[in-house]
């Protein structure tokens, strides 16, 4: 089991930058595909990113391409999500999560996961 904390949400201008970390505990972190989701209110929760094991592949939602960036520092279990240029529309509670397997699989699906951080708020302003 991997247990995920996230942090660094909060209130943010359109235009400006914010970091998001998630610390995992558990000894099978490295081995995980790690992803951030986001969930706005009435909407389903959709993926934004994800990061392979070793960081080797990334995946980006059309939505946030060219924007965000993840990342992930094996050697200290965090996975980070870098939010540049956000829009009013990227507000959302994020979290982080750990999928089953070790490589991208077609589709990823919240179901996949097995392990959930509690989520952060971000907001962007307009």
């Known amino acids: 089991q991997v247990h995920l904390v996230e942090s660094g949400g909060g209130l943010v201008q359109a235009g400006g930058s914010l970091r998001l970390s998630c610390a995992a505990s558990?000894?099978?972190?490295?081995?995980?595909?790690m992803a951030w989701f986001r969930q706005a209110p009435g909407k389903e929760r959709e993926l934004v990113a994800a990061i392979s094991w070793g960081g080797a592949t990334t995946y980006y939602a059309n939505a946030v391409k060219g924007r965000f960036t993840i990342s992930r520092d094996d050697s200290q279990n965090t996975v980070y999500l870098q939010m540049n240029s956000p829009k009013f529309e990227d507000t959302a509670v994020y979290l982080c999560?750990?999928?089953?397997?070790?490589?991208?699989?077609?589709?990823?699906?919240?179901?996949?996961?097995?392990?959930w951080g509690q989520g952060g708020q971000v907001t962007a302003s307009s």
């Open positions: 558990g000894d099978t972190f490295y081995t995980r595909v």
């Open positions: 999560s750990a999928f089953r397997y070790s490589t991208m699989a077609t589709p990823m699906e919240p179901s996949d996961c097995y392990s």
